[in-house]
């Protein structure tokens, strides 16, 4: 680590100590208790504190909008801020969906682009969110996405209906970047365009907010959105047409470091929390600590998380150093082993808190239905296996035996 | 299957096809639209029709009060039911944990306390709770419940602090099978007994309903309730002092087979609709059934949920055989494999439906939180396992050797 | 159970216990001492035995040249042989390949065949093998078998590679029936036939023994024959030309349920074994059945072993009731269920064995190497899984939704 | 990697390709075809290839004897080498258990005794075993250990009985390191001491060779060795009276690193043939790589490894900059996940390559059963987790909480 990074680690596990876990439960009040769907006071204070401290837009790897840091710099902040997933990283303005929407502003966003949309992200006053997801189609295969984007025109009429569009609860949520199709006749991954699109566009409408595992995720949600024919300039496409799919690709990479981390961050804490529950819960006559399954799940979640740490920051040190095309291979491993350590390790925690842990008092069903979820964005398991096993197989078709 | 089972099974079939399956989105439209903890009037519906169709407290092995069927015949009706298991119980009177306490009150109630409780509840118009679990302990050994029934005079007094206390969300929920400490200071197994406590009590209060994997299951519910020392006639105290392990040892044995069935084919449901799923969706030019993977899950559901059930089935014919007691090690067994399995199997079919698997747009999520809730409820996997090896290694030391 | 197979239950458990347990290491001594390749006198005299104490050929369902067990009656004789899975299915004059051949023998031998190689097979004088499997193909898919039937006036002419072929080491072994094709051109399963070919004649040839995971065992074996223009009379083919595939998948319902028995058998001995070294074993100052995972280990191999056992029987009472083809599924599961359960039984008793586990000083190392062989023969898992997932998407393109 | 470790490792896999692979099979037939227990041939004549290509010793940390490598450039030089487990490792003279007994000498042992041993094992003309395991106790732990070193005169006189006492079987194994008891009333940890032991000493006898899964692994092998009352003279003790628990613990840091790159490399070598084989293999008209379940296997094989892999190099970094105290629990984890890691990966290609790889045409049957007893051997899997989940739980019992 270098002494930036470790520097910024230790005021970050300072501010989370002083001022994230002890709001967690003042947080959840004030979102059960008022309009579910309006930001909390607890949050905005937070992120006046965080700006303060000098902890803010810690993603950006470009240094003129953010802090310049490499992947393998960042990687284990976001590991910190992911062990308080529901708070922490909008306190530091290193939340999703945001955090890959200003890159791709960043890199393909025109000045007036950034001037409108990228500037108050960077400032924390709206934020925005990417619609890509279909409830019609399989969207893991991009080729399905049945959304248009249709020139007429100074204008691009935008038609479809997309869903589990995260953020969009939040009325702060101003601008959404749309995945679809300007040109369903073109090669499989030319036809697809991003574009612009105002939430207050005429034609966009929140149909309804969906929920995860009975979990509604206010006031950030995931929204079902139609957009019925909604005209914006022209101007609005990003990067330019048939360019959809290349800026997914890019956009992705950075994201599922982020995401992998946050959840290794949040599997850690579940971890820490089983051991010091197992130590004091006590049945027929002893500590939970001294069964041995429950030993033998302690230490299958300490190798799994080591693992899937090092794997993640290894794929993130290949992205620093080769790029994200090279690192492929790493970043579709990391997406599959990350989620699955997270999703153990927070079961085996439910499993030692009882009926506990599935309950609201301890933040592990929570943390396991979004570890859960993370198995499916971005592509499920499966289309990064049959991924993985591609590149696994061309390396061998045309070399030496050794049998 | 005997005749009348087979019988019974194709009507509760057809029941089901015609009313149950059918009013399911109606039923969770009237939960959201009205006061979320009422009883709604699809159930109460239901319930009439199912009690003029004759499918009516089929759960009852007792032929005077209820239909007098074995375990064996019972649960692949319990099966039927499971598939729709937020409403289908309920509307046959099969639901827990009034059947649990039911089944308790005939084999140990009083004639008056049969009459008081046992008979409305056989007609469906109130409904019950079992207190056992409590928050500060780990209840799955029952020696370690802090709740106490002392004896002053002609009354108990009740204190105690109790969670988890499925059904008690129901206005309707009128009495409370209470399990506490009537002798501290005896043998270990003789220490609890078991009192009827009506919920109307003074010194009993519901402190808040409590959640699983953000399903507040309303207006069934998880309630944490507090006994204040609440009274109750020393006549409510069920079968004697120091008998409340006995009860709940017996009380155990028809619950899990009914649980573990109905899991079953909640299990089987969610099979059925992935491999709908899978036929029609489409990724990368293809069925998402002619994936390998897709199908390699789909034959494991079906090995788990055969084996499940067989098994179950098995435990069953044995505890109508020779006992619950003698059959204790399958009952152990069935506890653990079929919730496990269930899970698998759901989590299969969430996979394969991607992000709709994980919202409430399928039934899918909400199943999976009750298959994860069971492997805790009634002792957690751990717990069974360990009395499956204590039996399983007693079989060997004194036998040869034939290695 | 029926009282004639409890019976003979009885006495064979009185056979192992007096006879074949008593010899195992003697066995494995006259093996290691002499000509590996030739019978024993061990098992020679075990035979005789088991034939005067009226516990012969008790495998055959035909009445007429065997016990006329059924399916569901033999299995558990059938998990009792398997328990000394070397020797003791020999010493009854049940074991594979004989058995199946048998089978093949008794449905579509002629009078001169069963006369020739069917009467000193039941008699214990000869052995006999089943040659389908290819080195040079995936034989699972039995359209790409190579090996060459064809008709040449009076004679057919057998030419091809073959290997695996177990028993073929055993110089008792007189007949083999051979797998190959008569008609490339056929629709594809009718391209198969089977075949009589005496071991003696002209142009077979033993290539050599091969070994599974280290062990040749001799004198049984695995050969690797070549059949190099071998001519048989044409009376010598089975049922006739194109009806190999048919043959072939009668004669395997049965040996898969032999072989899952014997399977759950011996993974039953592994768990007693199990749990006696484990009750007497010590370390850190407690017997190694006070660790809970070992106990958790107890506790899974039981879970597992119980279901595979349930599950082979239900599929052996489908094929006495319904028929081998309706039974497809059940029997295809349960070829997947049962290896897998044994290998890993076997493996946790290897496990709490230490080093002796993967010894021959015990029988474990050799029965995993078996376990796991068998999880290739007859058809890897995955040819098994495709199989059951097709049936269970079949039963769903029809019918209704219930979602 | 350092430019050094990288150039060793182009020249070991030059050397591997030119020399080690080509000459596989000859191995195999010299073992075959002559006295099994004696060295062959072809590993002299590769020795001294590798000896003048300077690939030699590279093991050894210390500069004075050895290549001065840290255990981070090492370790995939090991890798490299354990690709052909059997022959490579010894050709470099980098084989267990030699290594581990060299650098015992290097830290312990006097200069007489340097001379007499360290300094022909350096040259490759004898060879060394290491006896600690013993038959009748689980000699995990190390308490349990029976053997006795007793001082006699000038003398120490060794009684015990030891087994799996690798390489003993090579009439080239001059020398024995013993682990006894000198003081049996003494603490714990202090009880036992390390002795070296000529194995021509009077009253060493090898009783017999022992087999793992059927193999003999000749012509090194797995000794079953009687101390008979033993006589060497005094100052062959190493360290010290006491002294043995404190010398295996320093002993097995860096041997644990060694087994687990073999293993990775074994196991990657276990992969690519598997992805060759899979490539050309046709069942049902296509290859078997485009089987769905066989990419799922290929890309589970990929991130296993690689996080075997990650972890590895984490140890062994650890081990050179903390020291192997400070990374104790990291070497505990590396011991069960990479021979776990390794043991999966293999068996998906036995798997893939059918009948073929349970036998001895391909490597990875024996490899299995390589991979399988390294998870007991220097301990089972039980031990380790139980090591790190005591550190696990230490680390929470005083800190904060953030529930």
Redesign the interface.
């Known amino acids: 680590m270098t002494s930036r990074a470790a520097d910024l680690a230790d005021r970050i596990r300072a501010f989370m100590?002083a001022h994230i876990?002890p709001n967690e439960a003042a947080f959840d009040r004030e979102v059960a208790a008022g309009d579910r769907w309006q930001p909390t006071s607890i949050v905005e204070t937070l992120k006046a504190q965080a700006r303060a401290a000098g902890l803010w837009n810690l993603f950006l790897p470009d240094s003129e909008y953010g802090a310049g840091l490499t992947n393998e710099e960042y990687a284990p902040l976001c590991e910190l801020m992911g062990?308080s997933h529901v708070m922490a990283p909008e306190a530091f303005n290193c939340s999703a969906p945001d955090t890959g929407n200003m890159e791709v502003l960043v890199r393909y966003g025109t000045p007036a682009q950034r001037r409108q949309w990228l500037e108050p992200l960077l400032a924390g006053e709206i934020r925005s969110c990417f619609a890509m997801?279909e409830?019609a189609?399989?969207?893991?295969?991009a080729t399905?996405i049945a959304a248009r984007i249709e020139r007429e025109g100074d204008s691009y009429k935008v038609t479809g209906r997309k869903?589990?569009i995260s953020g969009a609860g939040d009325p702060r949520c101003r601008i959404a970047i749309v995945m679809g199709k300007t040109d369903p006749g073109a090669e499989r991954h030319r036809q697809q365009s991003m574009i612009l699109v105002p939430m207050d566009t005429p034609g966009v409408k929140i149909i309804r907010m969906?929920?995860?595992?009975?979990?509604?995720d206010a006031p950030h949600g995931h929204a079902e959105i139609v957009f019925d024919g909604a005209r914006v300039p022209a101007t609005n496409l990003l990067l330019g047409e048939g360019r959809g799919f290349e800026i997914a690709q890019g956009r992705l990479g950075p994201g599922r470091i982020h995401h992998c981390m946050r959840l290794i961050g949040l599997a850690e804490?579940a971890?820490?929390?089983m051991?010091?529950r197992?130590?004091t819960?006590?049945?027929?006559g002893r500590p939970?600590?001294d069964?041995?399954?429950?030993?033998?799940d302690?230490?299958?979640s300490?190798?799994e998380l080591?693992?899937?740490r090092?794997?993640t920051m290894?794929a993130a040190r290949l992205m620093d150093t080769v790029g994200n095309k090279a690192a492929r291979?790493?970043i579709a491993?990391i997406k599959?082993?990350a989620p699955r350590a997270a999703q153990r390790v927070i079961d085996r925690a439910?499993?030692a808190f009882?009926?506990?842990?599935?309950?609201?008092?301890?933040?592990l069903?929570?943390a396991?239905?979004h570890a859960?979820?993370i198995?499916?964005?971005d592509g499920?398991?499966?289309v990064?296996?049959?991924a993985?096993?591609?590149t696994?197989?061309a390396?061998?078709?045309s070399?030496?035996?050794?049998?």
Not at 210 to 216: E, I, N, P, T
């Open positions: 100590d876990y062990r997801t409830p189609v399989a969207s893991s295969d399905n869903w589990f969906l929920s995860v595992f009975g979990y509604d804490r971890l820490e929390v051991c010091r197992v130590s819960r006590v049945a027929f939970l600590a069964q041995g399954t429950i030993r033998a302690i230490a299958e300490r190798m080591d693992q899937a090092l794997l290894h291979k790493e491993m599959v082993v439910i499993q009882g009926a506990a842990g599935v309950s609201d008092d301890v933040f069903a929570r396991w239905a859960r979820t198995r499916l964005a499920p398991d499966e990064h296996r049959a993985i096993a591609k696994e197989l390396k061998h078709t070399s030496r035996a050794n049998v």
